[in-house]
């Protein structure tokens, strides 16, 4: 076992499947090695029954997973001499291409669509010294924009449409398959831009080839509602939701997600905004996992499916006695405070009193006194 003070990274830990030589210079901030936790409080809760386990990629360094593909982008970037790199965001993107770029020592320009972002996101990247263009539009118009500069100007693309960023993310898979023995039955994610779904896939495949996996998972992808355009089948001009970071209606890797979803027999479907932020809930409530709203989708997506029957039937066609649901939790629930302090109850102030406190919280004295 590798202990957490040595872990190196996903690039090192994962050096054989990743795109990189001895030359390549390895931009790491130690993302990676999230942890994997059984959840069987909130499994009872939504009535699961299989076992659920929860990957909570909020630990990593800038608090998503985008910062397992980013260490490997931003790696090739100064391996191929790039000066800068530049993406489109809804927040979590730009935020790891700015702390990345900020330790490769190279620039990053981050196109953001200003009013549907997350405060903590853009904290960041101002933080990191990434130049922010806010533009008036939503996501689908800042990535427009990215694909067209950096199509003519000297700028590296570190988009999901950037392979490197596919190949560094699929590690995902890999530490599952490498904290479980195997690969999970289902596989649950939240599906926005697309690049995750499609890079887990990837990872599982090929760590069976490798002989490292056992089996391939279903996939089971969730959009929001309002920004479903691969469960609707044709792109969605407004996306709608609360879940800034899927907030997205013409994903750039649409076939890699129906490829998934198909190769995998598995599904995409839609969530409601409610049934996300009732996960989100129960997730930090029940689990002590504060998330953001779009990693809650995966859960969401799972209670509804549960409630749909679908793993009964699943188990009654057959499935192995050690079947368990993996459910993606994307990114921590700080990027977003302001979404956490709506969906929670008003909190009451009273005088700064100890009596006035107990009060308020309705303690009485104890009958009898300890020894
Ligand atoms: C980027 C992101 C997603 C969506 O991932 P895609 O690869 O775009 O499908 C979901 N949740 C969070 C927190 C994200 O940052």
New binding site residues.
């Given amino acids: 076992m590798t202990s957490r003070l040595r872990w190196p990274g996903v690039i090192e830990a994962y050096r054989e499947f990743m795109p990189v030589t001895g030359q390549t210079p390895v931009i790491t901030l130690r993302e990676g090695d999230t942890p994997l936790l059984a959840a069987p409080a909130l499994q009872e809760r939504i009535g699961l029954p299989v076992p659920l386990y929860l990957k909570y990629e909020g630990a990593n360094p800038t608090g ?3 910062d397992r593909g980013m260490t490997v982008a931003v790696s090739k970037a100064l391996e191929e001499r790039q000066q800068a790199v530049m993406c489109a965001s ?1 927040g ?2 730009a935020a790891s291409a700015a702390a990345y770029a900020a330790r490769a020592g190279i620039d990053c320009i981050v196109v953001l669509p200003i009013r549907h972002i997350a405060m903590g996101k853009l904290a960041q990247s101002v933080m990191h010294g990434a130049k922010v263009v806010a533009i008036e539009g939503n996501f689908d118009d800042a990535f427009r924009i990215v694909v067209e500069i950096t199509g003519r100007y000297p700028v590296r693309l570190v988009n ?1 449409i950037n392979p490197h960023r596919i190949e560094g993310q699929k590690s995902g898979a890999f530490e599952i398959c490498d904290r479980l023995g195997y690969a999970p039955s289902y596989h649950a994610i ?8 499609t890079a887990y896939w990837k990872g599982y495949k090929e760590y069976r080839e490798a002989g490292r996996g056992r089996r391939l998972p279903k996939m089971l992808g969730f959009q929001a509602e309002g920004a479903a355009p691969i469960v609707r089948g044709e792109p969605v001009a407004d996306p709608r939701t609360i879940a800034t ?2 907030k ?1 209606g013409n ?1 750039a ?1 649409w076939k890699g997600a129906v490829a998934a979803r198909d190769e995998s027999g598995g599904l995409i479907e839609t969530v409601t905004d409610e049934e996300i932020i009732e996960a989100y809930k129960m997730l930090a409530s029940i689990e002590g996992l504060f998330v ?1 709203p ?2 809650a989708a995966s859960v969401a997506g799972v209670a509804k499916l549960g409630r749909e029957g679908y793993f009964v039937r699943e188990l009654q066609a057959g499935v192995p006695e050690d079947a368990c649901v993996v459910c993606i939790l ?2 921590h629930g700080l990027k977003d405070p302001d979404c956490a302090i709506q969906a929670a109850e008003e909190s009451v102030s009273v005088e700064a009193d100890a009596e006035a406190v107990v009060e308020l919280l309705g303690l009485t004295e104890p009958v009898a006194s300890h020894t």
């Fill in positions: 998503s997973f985008k809804t979590n993107t999901s939240p599906v926005g831009n697309a690049g995750n779904i970071a899927i997205i994903p890797s953001e779009a990693s994307t990114g």
